[in-house]
């Protein structure tokens, strides 16, 4: 079992900045694929962005890329979420996800582990 756990939300203005960063409490982090997903209120949860166990594959969606980047430390078991140029459509709760070994997937069904969330409001 993997306890997963999220942090690093919060409130920022537009063209402001965060970083996320999930860690996850199991023996090594070094075989999990993980990733990020959000989901704004009366919205499905969507991929943002994921990195490959082997940390030599990275995938952004589109609303992400060139201004999210996503990395991994597995000496510390956490990935993070480097957010820049935010805006107010940007404002979810952001889910880290976990599964073991597999390539990078946008679909939800294909992590076993999730964290609670944090929250991202992004104000104009």
């Known amino acids: 079992q993997v306890q997963v756990v999220e942090s690093g939300g919060g409130l920022v203005q537009a063209g402001g900045s965060l970083r996320l960063s999930c860690t996850a409490i199991?023996?090594?982090?070094?075989?999990?694929?993980m990733a990020w997903f959000r989901q704004a209120p009366g919205r499905e949860r969507e991929f943002v962005a994921g990195?490959?166990?082997?940390?030599?594959?990275?995938s952004h969606s589109g609303s992400a890329k060139d201004r999210f980047a996503i990395s991994r430390d597995d000496g510390k078991n956490t990935m993070y979420l480097q957010m820049n140029g935010l805006q107010p459509e940007d404002t979810a709760v952001y889910y880290c996800?976990?599964?073991?070994?597999?390539?990078?997937?946008?679909?939800?069904?294909?992590?076993?582990?999730w964290g609670q969330g944090t929250q991202v409001t992004v104000s104009s």
């Open positions: 996800a976990l599964t073991q070994f597999g390539s990078i997937s946008w679909q939800t069904t294909d992590y076993a582990w």
């Open positions: 199991t023996r090594t982090t070094s075989t999990h694929t």
């Open positions: 990195i490959s166990w082997s940390g030599t594959q990275t």
